[in-house]
């Protein structure tokens, strides 16, 4: 899947992440657990020259107070956050979960994953400037 590089903010890298998905995805198949699929998209996006953190902490803000802590499953390069599934197919509450993973922080790029019976990717995306409007109104 070659996303269209010109309308898309971080597509090259998101291009690159996508690419080794289905590097890992070819090796791998499908059956294995989330955890496996991570670690073994580490190993591809660091090979690709990425800086790929596992299970990167995201806070949870209300009213300026920390109200909870989450986990994305890979962060790269500070710029993308990518959320590896391993379901039939995506549900929306997977859609849902990376949004308010968008939603919580300063990234603003997202990839849904699905090493599922057949490779699914989503890719979201959450302006800077929309969460500095809702946190203003």
């Given amino acids: 899947m070659k996303l ?3 309308n898309y903010k971080y597509s090259e890298l998101t291009d690159k992440i ?3 998905f289905y590097k890992v995805y070819n090796a791998l198949g499908y059956g294995f657990l ?3 699929y991570e670690n073994a998209l580490l190993i591809e996006l660091k090979k ?5 953190t596992a299970q990167a902490p995201i806070k949870v803000l209300y009213e300026n107070q920390m109200i909870g802590e989450y986990f994305a499953d890979i962060l790269v390069g500070n710029k993308v ?4 599934k391993a379901v039939k197919c995506f549900a929306v509450e997977h859609e849902a979960q990376l949004l308010n993973y968008l939603k919580a922080t300063e990234t603003e790029v997202g990839l849904l994953l699905n090493f599922g019976i057949k490779p699914e990717v989503k890719r979201k995306a959450f302006n800077n400037l929309r969460k500095n409007q809702k ?3």
């Fill in 48 to 52: 690709e020259g990425l800086e790929a």
């Fill in 18 to 20: 996508i690419k080794a």
């Fill in 81 to 84: 956050i990518v959320e590896i």
């Fill in 135 to 137: 946190q203003s109104a």
């Fill in 34 to 36: 989330e955890k496996v």
């Fill in 4 to 6: 269209d590089s010109q």
